[in-house]
DNA sequence: CTGCGATATGTTCTTGGAAACATATCTGAG
DNA sequence: CTCAGATATGTTTCCAAGAACATATCGCAG
């Protein structure tokens, strides 16, 4: 079933961005965000795993949840938690899609990727 | 030959990038780049037509040169024009590239792309 | 009914990157 | 031999994006 697919930290690799609109796009940070949440169930637990501050955190957020026509991250205030947040079945359809994009791309684009790689400026001569 | 292909502003748009290693990077700026110098053979009139600095422009081509083995664009100072710029093979062949790739990217991803898209608020209701 | 831990939201402050400015250099033309 | 027009490169100025700070709110636990 799971292939063994290339580790997406492994040199030459791909960020995209999907612009479908003025301030209406998709980007690595969004999923990544997407990711955490989904991990850590809570926006600012989410933030602080990627070094970011739970205002831009939140923002993204409310962002994404604007641009789609249903919210991808639920959240709850108080409780005996103080609260959480969770994705909702639209918010793991969309980080489903961005990573099968990634893959879809990166496969598709091996062969130029390669090329490209093939051209690069030796990194180890005397400089 | 040249089929129709979909026009590259048109909404639903694909920027990518391509990171090879630290301070090696390939995206839609430099590719831009690249596409304008070879229409106007000139680094200041392809900053200017992009409504880039000089420096910048001037920046950017220096990085490209540095981190391909053979360096992408030559200019010359001096001269009845006052000097110009013009892409090498190699960086008619990494444009290239960057084309093919943007087409086969957006051909390979269009489905998942698409069902993005029909995720989208419908920005016309009354907001 | 008080405290805790998280979301929610506004305000102020900081800083890195780009713009703007300033020169220096090159070379064919006249 | 100077001028024009472009490349080449350093210095200063500016600004917006983000960080940091500050509160307000919520609701269960105890």
């Known amino acids: 079933m799971t292939q063994p697919q290339p580790d997406p930290t ?7 961005r999907i612009l479908f609109g003025p301030d209406c796009y998709l980007g690595p940070g969004k999923a990544d965000l997407l990711e955490r949440i989904r ?21 993204l957020v409310e962002e994404m949840n604007r641009m789609f026509r249903d919210p991808l991250v639920e959240s709850t205030r108080g409780g005996s938690k103080g609260g959480g947040a969770r994705l909702t079945a639209t918010g793991e359809a969309v980080l489903d ?19 490209l790689k093939a051209m690069l400026a030796d990194m180890s001569d005397g400089k």
Chains 1, 2 share one sequence.
């Open 10 to 16: 492994e040199d030459p690799r791909l960020r995209f």
């Open 39 to 59: 991990e850590t169930g809570s926006i600012s637990a989410a933030g602080r795993s990627m070094s970011m501050s739970y205002k831009r955190a939140w923002l």
């Open 97 to 115: 899609h961005y990573r099968a994009l990634h893959r879809i791309m990166t496969d598709a684009g091996s062969n130029r990727i390669a090329a």
